[in-house]
């Protein structure tokens, strides 16, 4: 775990209390404001961070300067893992005050979970159903293009036929066009 100095920057504001992150790239946040804001303490807080497979490696100890002057360290971990451990927190633990703004937290987070993991069954059902609705269309078509190809041969024979009746047809037919268009 490094020692570090952190400047920080509010992002945030929990139950009207100042979240900050450090202006380092990897923006890390103090859990202990967090955890005083919500009424759950730090220390356990960090202990399960330091259990967790994920979290244990991403927290460090930085030093802070207070508003008196003085220097503080405190347990950081970085901004793209404090929604996760957010998250993870049981809020039965969590001060009576803050707790309706943790459960709508965990909605939202749940919410986000399921748009991002049900979006590429959500897009193979849209495409699986425009593809059936697509066949369908396209065998239609395809009926009608056959029966259409049909009666332009029909049509064409019937023309020739038309074409290549004789004068001398016409005068032995009593001086009319009779074609037999049926076959």
């Not at 992150?21 to 202990?32: E, S």
């Not at 807080?45 to 930085?62: A, F, K, P, W, Y």
């Not at 971990?77 to 709508?104: H, M």
């Not at 609705?133 to 023309?159: G, P, S, V, Y």
């Amino acid at each position: 775990m490094a020692n570090l100095t952190l400047n920080t920057r509010e992002i945030a504001k929990v139950n009207n209390v100042a979240i900050m992150a450090g202006n380092d790239p990897k923006q890390l946040v103090p859990i202990k404001p967090i955890c005083d804001a919500l009424g759950i303490d730090a220390k356990a807080q960090r202990n399960r961070i330091d259990r967790d497979e994920i979290l244990s490696s991403t927290g460090v100890i930085m030093t802070s300067v207070a508003a008196d002057g003085k220097e503080r360290e405190m347990y950081c971990i970085p901004l793209r893992y404090v929604f996760g451990w957010l998250f993870s927190i049981d809020t039965n633990r969590v001060d009576e005050e803050a707790r309706p703004s943790v459960i709508k937290y965990k909605m939202q987070c749940y919410d986000v979970l399921y748009d991002h993991f049900s979006s590429y069954a959500s897009f193979v059902n849209q495409k699986q159903k425009r593809q059936a609705e697509d066949w369908a269309r396209i065998q239609i078509l395809k009926k009608e293009f056959h029966e259409a190809k049909n009666k332009l041969a029909k049509a064409t024979k019937q023309m020739n036929m038309t074409v290549d009746y004789s004068f001398e047809q016409w005068k032995a037919n009593g001086k009319q066009l009779i074609l037999d268009f049926d076959d």
